[in-house]
Structures are given as C-alpha cells and as structure tokens.
C-alpha cells in the first residue's frame, strides 16, 4: 500500500514562496518519475513540474519553481518562487513507484491548496 501525504500549503502574498513537500510511504525500491501537476477553479488539471529522465517545468512556471526529490527520505518538493495569483490552485503530488517485488504503479495524492493573494 502505497501512501502520498502532502504539505505546505496556504495563503501568501503575491511575490512570495512557499514550499510543497510529499512524503511517499509503502514498500518503495524506487521512484522513476514525480511530478507535481496543479488545478486551479474552472480549469483542467496541467503539470507543473517533473522529475523522469529531466527534469520538465511548464512554461507558466520556469524559472521560478523548483522541484527536487530526495530518495532516501521518499519525499519530493516543490519551491514555488515568485508567486502570482495565477498559481492559485489545488497541487497534487504525483509519483511512479517501483516496489520491492518490481511492480510498477502510479500514485496521486490528496492535494494541497495553494493560493495567492493580489
């Protein structure tokens, strides 16, 4: 049983930061992909940031997010930079797990909100 638990959310001022973290619990031998994808009222769900075989940022968001993962801790971030109210949204973690009987599955977590005042 694989688990995503987010973190970090909340309101700021619009040039600010906040940092998203996802803590990725289960049996885990590895994580292929993690990605960090967005919805915000009315629009459909886009991805913000992944981590595969480069790391990829949608172009809303480069140059002022960052996502990184730490294997050993199972555990992937988002340092969101610069924040506009534009990045107002729910932000849901996304990881592909590889578990210890090599079984590959893809995971969604519950997300976080994220919102940005003017």
């Known amino acids: 049983q694989v688990r995503l638990v987010e973190s970090g959310g909340g309101l700021v001022h619009q040039g600010g930061s906040l940092t998203l973290s996802c803590v990725v619990s289960?049996?885990?031998?590895?994580?292929?992909?993690m990605a960090w994808n967005r919805r915000a009222p009315g629009s459909q769900r886009e991805m913000v940031a992944r981590i595969r075989d480069t790391i990829d940022y949608s172009d809303s968001v480069k140059g002022r997010f960052t996502i990184s993962g730490d294997n050993a801790k199972h555990t992937v971030y988002l340092q969101m930079d610069s924040l506009r109210p534009e990045d107002t949204a729910a932000y849901y973690c996304y990881v592909v797990v590889v578990n210890t009987a090599n079984q590959a599955g893809a995971y969604w977590g519950q997300g976080t909100q994220v919102t940005v005042s003017s």
């Open positions: 289960g049996s885990i031998s590895s994580m292929p992909e």
